[in-house]
Nanobody, 117 residues
Framework: QVYFAESGGGLVQPGGSLRLSCAAS????????MSWYRQAPGKERAMVAA????????NYGDSVKGRFAISRDNAKNTVYLQMNSLKPEDTAVYYC??????????WGQGTQVTVSS
């Protein structure tokens, strides 16, 4: 079973934008609230954005409010993260998973985002 396949990362200059995608499989995606997480070198993984099963926003991390936007397409079993005005401190590996810890599935490989000039 493949649960999460994250994509869309890359190297971008400060102030740039990226759109991440997470294709989910192996579970009833439409029935779960979903989140994007990130892990920077030497730091713990942290949630950056969360969305309900119906597409309502749950919350954003304080450091990304106003710059990132989470969305989902239940028909495609995919959750997205639009990242604008990127900063060097956004550099991390980005992952998706369910919102509630008790329902979390094995982590995917993530997608690397590097913000650097």
């Amino acid at each position: 079973q493949v649960y999460f396949a994250e994509s869309g990362g890359g190297l971008v200059q400060p102030g740039g934008s990226l759109r991440l995608s997470c294709a989910a499989s192996g579970f009833s995606f439409r029935n779960y609230d979903m989140s994007w997480y990130r892990q920077a070198p030497g730091k713990e993984r942290a949630m950056v954005a969360a969305i309900t099963r119906n597409g309502d926003i749950i919350n954003y991390g304080d450091s990304v409010k106003g710059r990132f936007a989470i969305s989902r397409d239940n028909a495609k079993n995919t959750v997205y993260l639009q990242m604008n005005s990127l900063k060097p401190e956004d550099t991390a590996v980005y992952y998706c998973n369910t919102y509630l810890v008790k329902w979390q599935l094995p982590w995917g490989q993530g997608t690397q985002v590097t913000v650097s000039s």
